[in-house]
């Protein structure tokens, strides 16, 4: 039996032929850390992806909303007038943060929905910033620190 025949083929994360350079697209984003024993709520990381997200918007990405999680990120950007496919700003991300951390912190991909015209923007938003409500971790949105709304819908 060879190697290829015993690992499971992953499946392609990215829509084939799809441009993620396309202005005319705004994209839930959920990247995840690597193992159970980093936590981005460390004040050095949870300092690290917020400016990240500064660079993005710097970029000319529209970052309408994000959520720091212990565990995960989640962001809905929209790249405007960015010359850059969403790959490329999320793989940056994942390059400044890790050198904060000085090692390998996040997953080796992300996960990324292309919100479609009949889906309401401000739901998606309201989703994200209810997150650490439904993990417990505060009973109010304002009251978590690590999450906002910073580009206009």
């Known amino acids: 039996m060879t190697k290829q025949q015993r690992m499971p083929q992953r499946k392609p994360l990215r829509l084939k032929g799809f441009n993620y350079a396309d202005a005319?697209?705004?994209?839930?984003v959920t990247?995840?850390?690597?193992?159970?024993?980093?936590s981005l709520l460390q004040p050095a990381l949870t300092k690290a992806v917020k400016d990240a997200i500064q660079w993005l918007r710097g970029l000319?990405?529209?970052?309408?909303c994000y959520c720091i999680m212990p565990d995960h990120l989640h962001l809905l950007i929209s790249l405007y007038q960015c010359d850059r496919s969403l790959p490329d700003l999320i793989r940056g991300l994942k390059y400044a943060t890790t050198r904060v951390a000085r090692k390998s912190i996040w997953q080796r991909s992300f996960h990324d929905h292309i919100l479609r015209p009949s889906e309401d923007a401000a739901e998606v938003c309201r989703y994200i910033?209810?997150?650490p409500i439904r993990k417990g971790l505060t009973n109010d949105f304002d009251q978590w620190p690590h999450a906002g709304?910073?580009?206009e819908l």
């Open 24 to 28: 005319g697209y705004t994209y839930l």
């Open 60 to 64: 000319g990405a529209l970052v309408h």
């Open 31 to 38: 990247i995840r850390v690597a193992n159970q024993g980093i």
């Open 149 to 151: 709304m910073l580009d």
């Open 129 to 131: 910033l209810e997150n």
